[in-house]
């Protein structure tokens, strides 16, 4: 089992570093006084004008000058105000190392800021639990359960065709208004799973509550825990976000649980990495990304996965999908590269899809995860097998069949597929309160590839 450590907030510090802003440029702050005890990634405190303190995060140096970012607004820092930097004991700055959250198991439906703060209005949280460092390294590769079982998503088309097991990661690639909220909606209401944590990363501020009680509903919301950053925050506490989410995540993980993790986006914490590297001073490479945003997000990806294998044998899952947004279905910029490079599958959602009233709106034949077809049963994977040939070969024909210009009689398979194609598209059609195990997806698969003749 995991030791428990004292919360850091009982750790003292043995003295308190004092030093000056010395310039503030766009979204950074220039720090004398910092030398020699501080490091990249502490966190300092800067006061204002009028005496608040605002938290900032040291991202570089320049000589020796430390460059802060703040975790608020700059409005009342200036020139000459001053900033404090809290020296622990080796062992305690390494426990406190990048931050860490106190979570709580009662965080569990309810709707938090990056910092572990309520901001849904149903009032304080539970004092205590359990400390996590925010930037936590995965467990060690070696060490790590294997994937778990088949893990059932409540959605047909991806149970069938991107079928998950537990612990397994796969990046959710869509565009704008094409249904990802809503998806990831039912994931959380409907995925067999103990915890849903769910991230979100910049989103406008209205569509936070629209996902909450829209999309989740009190259902899905009881068994979630929700991390908020929105759009107007700033970037250190979009990037905050992921990894207060994934922090959670890991906390109900630990204890053996199975954990499903949902984000929306990696795009924008990514942006909000490309913000802080570039105002730290990095130079911009890929499509302005600095290098530095190519090596975190793996950092971050790895750690959804399984944890380690408790005493007891077993041992808790994170099963992840992470949004990617692909505008003008550009699936080639660097983001949803690094990502589908770093997961185990792929879900595309498409405009065409959607607009034919087809929800959720995944291209089946573009979708992929890296774990099928060894978790299904030979049975199952011929039936899949079976429809995604006739559906590939309806993306062939289909404009010839519209138009009028096919003739039946011709091709075997082609008729065929004209014949059950719209018994698989209705099996891939699902209303956001409806539900659908693994089971009762293939056998509605099952049902589709025998009706032919009757569509
Ligand atoms: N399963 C579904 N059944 C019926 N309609 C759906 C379904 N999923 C999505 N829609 C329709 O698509 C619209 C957009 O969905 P949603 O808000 O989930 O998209 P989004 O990708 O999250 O958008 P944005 O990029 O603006 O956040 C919904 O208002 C709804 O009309
Ligand atoms: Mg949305």
Excluded at 335 to 355: F, N, P, S, W
Excluded at 364 to 380: A, D, I, K, Q
Aim: with cysteine; hydrophobic share 40%.
């Amino acid at each position: 089992m995991r030791k428990v450590v004292a919360t850091p907030f009982h750790d003292t510090p043995v003295g308190v570093l004092e030093g000056r802003v010395t310039g503030l440029t766009g979204l950074s702050v220039s720090l004398n006084g910092m030398r020699d005890f501080t490091g990249v990634g502490d966190r300092v405190s800067i006061f204002g004008l009028d005496g608040r303190e605002t938290d900032a995060e040291i991202v570089a140096f320049r000589g020796d000058t430390a460059i802060a970012m703040p975790f608020g607004g700059l409005e009342g820092i200036g020139s000459g105000c001053r900033a404090t930097f809290r020296l622990f004991d080796q062992e305690q700055r390494k426990r406190r190392a990048g931050g860490t959250l106190i979570v709580n198991n009662a965080w569990q439906g309810r709707v938090l800021d990056p910092m572990g703060r309520p901001i849904d209005g149903k009032g304080p949280l539970p004092p205590g639990g359990d400390p996590r460092r925010l930037h936590a390294s995965p467990p060690e590769a070696a060490l790590r359960a294997r994937l778990g079982p088949r893990i059932d998503l409540g959605v047909r088309v991806l149970n069938l065709f991107t079928t998950c097991r537990e612990g397994q990661r796969l990046g959710l690639f869509a565009g704008s208004g094409i249904g990802k909220s809503t998806l990831m909606g039912m994931l959380a209401r409907n995925t067999d799973c103990d915890v849903a944590v769910i991230a979100l990363v910049g989103e406008r501020g209205r569509e936070v509550r629209e996902f909450v009680e829209d999309d989740l509903g009190p259902q899905g919301l009881a068994k979630s825990v929700v991390i908020v950053a929105t759009s107007d925050s700033s970037p250190l506490m979009r990037r905050e976000a992921a990894y207060a989410a994934m922090a959670v995540a890991e906390h109900f993980r630990d204890q053996g649980k199975s954990v499903l993790m949902l984000m929306d986006s990696v795009t924008r914490f990514c942006q909000a990495l490309r913000e802080i590297g570039l105002s730290s001073g990095e130079p911009p490479a890929t499509r302005g990304y600095p290098p530095s945003v190519f090596a975190e997000l793996p950092r971050l990806l790895e750690r959804a996965g399984p944890g380690l294998v408790n005493p007891d044998g077993k041992a808790g899952q994170i099963t992840a999908m992470f949004s990617v947004l692909v505008e003008g279905d550009d699936h080639n910029e660097p983001v949803a590269d690094a990502v589908r490079g770093i997961l185990d599958g792929h879900v595309v959602l498409e405009r065409k899809i959607a607009e034919s009233g087809r929800y959720p709106a995944v291209n089946v034949l573009r979708s992929l995860s890296r774990t099928v077809p060894g978790c299904n049963s030979p049975e199952e994977n011929a039936l899949v097998q079976e429809a995604r040939a006739d559906l590939s070969i309806w993306e062939d024909i289909q404009d010839m069949v519209r138009l009028g210009a096919y003739r039946a009689g011709n091709d075997p398979t082609a008729d065929q597929a004209i014949r059950v194609i719209p018994s698989i598209e209705a099996v891939m059609k699902q209303s956001r309160g409806e539900a659908a195990t693994i089971a009762e997806s293939f056998d509605a698969l099952r049902g589709a590839l025998s009706s032919s003749g009757q569509a």
